[in-house]
């Protein structure tokens, strides 16, 4: 299975410790997004890139988190100090711009990592 | 930005009947709009899109109506098995050079149950 790749699927962290999740996006896909999920919601927009370049963030993307996408492959989040509502899955997903122009093309999810933070 | 609201947050049928989801848009200039399942511990998987250009988009059991006057759409399941099961996620973009192109705005979610 060529799928969205997210390692780990499972982190537990102490208030005030960083932690750092990784995302392998479809193979050929260019653009790679990173959401995020709390319990009983739809997922919220972060961040996206297109190949390396980091095109837009949220303002949900608070200065403690950064994301990087080094090769144009794969993508780290990281966040840092992280506080109790950090607490919430944080889903990867990619797709092609290489698409009809004008044209949307399917976004696929990872199974994402559930980040609980005590 | 686009906001989408998602109705009914749950759904309960019997196995057999027609379960139906709606969704209402507000950025007239979203023009994609997919429809995602998620089953507890997994990432949404998309079962069904649709574009502006079309009315009604079927896929076996599954099909997608859209408004675009009303800014509205709705996903049509139907003869619902225990297996359909799951939380339905509604989502809507715009297209290419507009401000919205580029991420998805979901909707809240509905639990659909389907009790054999």
């Known amino acids: 299975d060529t799928g969205v790749s997210q390692d780990p699927r499972h982190k537990i962290t102490k208030r005030g410790q960083n932690v750092t999740f990784r995302c392998d996006p479809i193979s050929e896909h260019n653009r790679l997004y990173w959401y995020r999920q709390t319990l009983g919601q739809g997922p919220e927009f972060l961040t996206y890139?297109?190949?390396?370049?980091?095109?837009?963030k949220s303002r949900l993307l608070s200065d403690r988190f950064s994301a990087e996408r080094p090769k144009g492959s794969f993508s780290t989040l990281e966040i840092q100090r992280t506080e109790q509502g950090d607490s919430a899955m944080y889903l990867c997903?990619?797709?092609?711009?290489?698409?009809?122009?004008?044209?949307?093309?399917?976004?696929?999810f990872g199974n994402g990592t559930r980040l609980t933070v005590t | 930005g686009e906001n989408v609201e998602q109705h009914p947050s749950t759904l309960s049928v019997q196995e057999g009947d027609s379960a139906v989801i709606k969704c209402t848009y507000s950025?007239?200039?979203?023009?994609?709009f997919p429809w995602y399942k998620q089953e507890l511990g997994k990432g949404p998987q998309l079962i069904i899109d649709i574009r502006s250009n079309v009315g009604e988009k079927k896929d076996q059991r599954i099909a997608v109506t859209l408004n675009k006057t009303a800014k509205h759409f709705s996903l049509h399941i139907t003869e619902t098995q225990p297996e359909d099961s799951a939380v339905y996620f509604c989502?809507?973009?715009?297209?290419?050079?507009?401000?919205?192109?580029?991420?998805?705005?979901f909707g809240q979610g509905t639990i659909l149950t389907v009790h054999p």
């Open positions: 989502a809507a973009e715009g297209n290419a050079g507009g401000t919205s192109y580029g991420k998805l705005t």
């Open positions: 950025d007239s200039a979203s023009n994609y």
């Open positions: 997903a990619s797709r092609s711009s290489f698409w009809t122009q004008g044209d949307n093309s399917p976004l696929h």
């Open positions: 890139f297109q190949n390396e370049a980091q095109l837009e």
